[in-house]
């Protein structure tokens, strides 16, 4: 057998992990001019490559479960996944440290590329991987963010800054821990210790965190109404409970740290290229838009689309935490799919 068809039986025998990594490495080389990475960089690279192979094995589980009429024709499997793009994305979100094994880092989601007929994965950040973000790249980020709802029965008292007080400040306490009331706002108050006179205290109605609830919330989260199935047949609609206290909170948490300027001259290719994912992210959506309403049939860009699903494809159950990370920022995209994932 000659040189060049043993390497291309090698290459053909490489496993998904291996093809993945060989990627990664090659970019990470590329970038920084050395293809050897650290333990902890080979960490995250792999980090990434298990978090991408359940996402890509649920999703194509999910596609197979549809019927005929709504079930795209390319599997949602790695062969079928451009690894060029993923490694550029995944090389630029290690570096700034965004770990998929984290709880609330960051969100691989696939998306059918009509013009490469390949998934594209985009990532969007949570919660966490926001105060990554804003601490990593911020102008002068506080030395500590406080974040609280606030409930009928508790007493809250906001100190503004006025001529008489330099330093804005609040007085806080929680009455009867066990019976708080109904929610009626919250606030975030950033705290510079050397600088105290710059603190922050941000404040939040209830109607104002209402305004930042997405469009398309779930209720599985934020609580409502949602269809009932019964053997792939809707059935009628049921209320839960859902988290929205939960919810509320994490929605001035990311307003906390949304809040923080970003340092003109920490911006580098990586914190370009995560701008460039959101741009991605909010294209796709337009697309799926798009599709939806005006081709009336399955969506090209999202392999799950909404159509009528079995209750246990849908998400978690009402009665239970919901497991990951999503509902993903910007809030316009928190009802996203696929994965669904937790508000914790």
């Not at 294209?283 to 159509?307: F, G, L, M, W």
Request: charged residues 30%; contains cysteine; hydrophobic residues 35%.
């Amino acid at each position: 057998m000659s040189t060049e068809k043993q390497n291309a039986v090698a290459k053909k025998e490489l496993t998904h992990s291996e093809r993945f990594m060989q990627k990664v490495v090659t970019e990470f080389g590329t970038s920084v001019g050395e293809v050897a990475l650290t333990q902890f960089q080979k960490r995250l690279a792999q980090n990434y490559f298990v978090a991408l192979d359940s996402i890509l094995r649920s999703t194509e589980e999910k596609r197979l479960k549809k019927s005929e009429k709504y079930r795209d024709a390319l599997p949602v499997t790695w062969a079928n996944v451009n690894m060029d793009k993923l490694a550029l994305d995944v090389v630029s979100l290690a570096r700034v440290g965004f770990d998929p094994s984290q709880p609330n880092h960051i969100n691989p989601i696939p998306f059918k590329n009509n013009n490469t007929n390949k998934y594209d994965i985009t990532f969007i950040e949570g919660y966490r991987g926001i105060e990554l973000k804003a601490t990593k790249y911020g102008l002068n980020p506080p030395d500590k963010v406080i974040v609280e709802l606030v409930y009928s029965n508790d007493k809250f008292v906001p100190l503004k800054k006025d001529a008489q007080n330099p330093i804005e400040n609040y007085t806080f306490s929680i009455e009867n821990p066990f019976n708080r009331g109904e929610i009626i706002g919250g606030f975030y108050y950033h705290i510079y210790v050397d600088m105290p006179e710059k603190n922050k205290l941000a404040l939040f109605s209830l109607s104002d965190i209402e305004k930042r609830k997405p469009e398309k919330a779930s209720p599985e989260f934020w609580g409502g109404e949602k269809d009932k199935w019964d053997k792939g047949q809707k059935v009628g609609t049921e209320t839960v409970t859902g988290w929205p206290e939960r919810m509320c909170w994490k929605t001035i948490f990311r307003a906390a740290y949304s809040d923080i300027a970003i340092d003109s001259q920490k911006i580098d290719d990586d914190y370009l290229r995560l701008l460039r994912l959101e741009s991605e992210f909010s294209e796709a959506e337009v697309n799926e838009e798009i599709s939806r309403n005006a081709n009336r049939k399955v969506i090209d860009i999202n392999p799950t689309p909404p159509q009528p699903e079995a209750p246990e494809e849908n998400g978690a159950a009402a009665d239970a935490p919901p497991e990951g990370d999503l509902q993903v920022e910007p809030d316009r995209a928190q009802a996203a799919e696929p994965p669904r994932m937790d508000p914790f």
